[in-house]
């Protein structure tokens, strides 16, 4: 390859007397994070949507936050998954019996699973990008709309919870 860039003359827009290069529309994210064959994979595009992810978070920097999640869920869920390999389920979408119905079409464990990965996901991103840009007046204005990671991370746990079907809350005497 050689060193020469060759710009047509259709990306350059003039800007205040001078020419600037005007990016073309991103390339949709078709990146699938492939699991193991028994948990589900995770399209990147369609958790950004699901999770509300700018484009500033690069499809890099979400897919080692997915595995992050992978790896905490996976070893919250291991012991039950494991028996439900053992039950003879094929994959986390044919695991039998009410706890899996279809909702919307889709099996209501993968939907818990997957709202488990983006609970944890989001939480790291939003603990590391929240200081990058932020003003002291527009972190006020995020905390009023978006959930902190600790409300993030209890939501996960909610769903693998769910997944589990387990209560909650735990609730000890003193």
Known sequence: MSGTLIIPPAALAPVGGCASIVPGPAAPETAIV???GWWP?????????AI?????????RLREAVLGAMITV???LDSWGEGKRAAGAASLATVTGRANVALDGEPRLVILYRRAIGGYVKAELVEQ????DST???ERDADALDQTPAELRR???YAIRDILERGRIAVELI
């Open 74 to 76: 996976g070893r919250d």
């Open 34 to 36: 492939r699991n193991d």
């Open 136 to 138: 002291k007046a527009s």
């Open 41 to 49: 994979d995770i399209e990147l595009a369609a958790l950004r949507k």
């Open 52 to 60: 509300r992810i700018r484009d500033t978070v690069t499809t890099e």
């Open 155 to 157: 939501n996960a746990l």
């Open 129 to 132: 990008y929240r200081d990058i």
